[in-house]
């Protein structure tokens, strides 16, 4: 399966804003954003170019799609079961890859970055509802209880992650660091999803 593998401090960069792709490196003074405030690339400090109505749109995609680590064509599919879903297409996007197993143990704080995240989810040690699901893309349902498997509840990974602190603030989401445990309390609103992204501009682009 292709996936991304050149530099994801690069991404930050060229987004102009913090995606949280490395974990606690992007919480440190290590972080690109912090010492490199423009684009990549030999002209990126020198960029002033006045962006179109049609750029606009297109960095509010690409954005969205980097901090979940999707691939155009996984993004475009999400897009168009969000089209024709009841109720507003935007909010309908987001709560999709909210639900996404890898965020959601993400979310819970599990692991340090979706990536890591991602990476627990397919080697196995994620369970939903007491049964090992390795698809970091799937839906994860309301009331559905997501588990650290009980061998794996000394990876250092995990507690390394847990030490970040995220996951308690969560609404539509129930922790239980002490189980590594936690559980789906409801589809999230679009208020209550931590992410800063305008994503009427993304139904437009689409749309055209």
Same mark, same amino acid.
């Given at each position: 399966m292709a996936r991304y593998r050149e530099s994801n401090c690069k991404l930050c960069r060229r987004e102009g804003e913090k995606l949280f792709l490395k974990g606690s490196r992007c919480l440190s003074e290590k972080c690109a954003i912090e010492r490199r405030q423009f684009p990549p690339g030999q002209h990126g400090q020198n960029m002033r170019r006045k962006v179109s109505a049609y750029g606009l749109q297109l960095r509010e995609k690409q954005k969205v799609k980097r901090t979940y680590g999707l691939l155009e064509k996984q993004f475009r599919n999400y897009f168009?079961?969000?089209a024709t879903a009841t109720g507003v297409t935007g909010e309908q996007l987001l709560q999709m890859l909210e639900r996404r197993l890898d965020n959601i143990v993400y979310r819970l704080g599990f692991a340090g970055s979706r990536k890591a995240a991602r990476q627990l989810v397919r080697h196995r040690h994620i369970t939903v509802n007491g049964r090992i699901v390795d698809i970091p893309s799937y839906q994860v349902r309301p009331n559905e209880v997501i588990r650290v498997?009980?061998?794996? !509840?000394?990876?250092? *990974?995990?507690?390394?992650? #847990? !030490? *970040? +602190?995220? +996951?308690?603030?969560?609404?539509?989401?129930?922790?239980? !660091?002490?189980? *590594?445990? +936690?559980?789906?309390?409801? %589809?999230?609103?679009?208020?209550?999803?931590?992410?800063?992204?305008?994503?009427? #501009?993304? %139904?437009?682009?689409?749309? !055209?």
């Amino acid at each position: 399966m292709a996936r991304y593998r050149e530099s994801n401090c690069k991404l930050c960069r060229r987004e102009g804003e913090k995606l949280f792709l490395k974990g606690s490196r992007c919480l440190s003074e290590k972080c690109a954003i912090e010492r490199r405030q423009f684009p990549p690339g030999q002209h990126g400090q020198n960029m002033r170019r006045k962006v179109s109505a049609y750029g606009l749109q297109l960095r509010e995609k690409q954005k969205v799609k980097r901090t979940y680590g999707l691939l155009e064509k996984q993004f475009r599919n999400y897009f168009k079961k969000a089209a024709t879903a009841t109720g507003v297409t935007g909010e309908q996007l987001l709560q999709m890859l909210e639900r996404r197993l890898d965020n959601i143990v993400y979310r819970l704080g599990f692991a340090g970055s979706r990536k890591a995240a991602r990476q627990l989810v397919r080697h196995r040690h994620i369970t939903v509802n007491g049964r090992i699901v390795d698809i970091p893309s799937y839906q994860v349902r309301p009331n559905e209880v997501i588990r650290v498997k009980d061998k794996s !509840k000394n990876l250092d *990974l995990i507690h390394d992650s #847990l !030490k *970040l +602190g995220r +996951g308690d603030d969560i609404p539509w989401l129930r922790l239980n !660091k002490a189980a *590594l445990e +936690g559980e789906l309390l409801e %589809v999230p609103k679009r208020t209550d999803i931590p992410l800063t992204a305008n994503e009427s #501009l993304i %139904v437009e682009l689409y749309s !055209k």
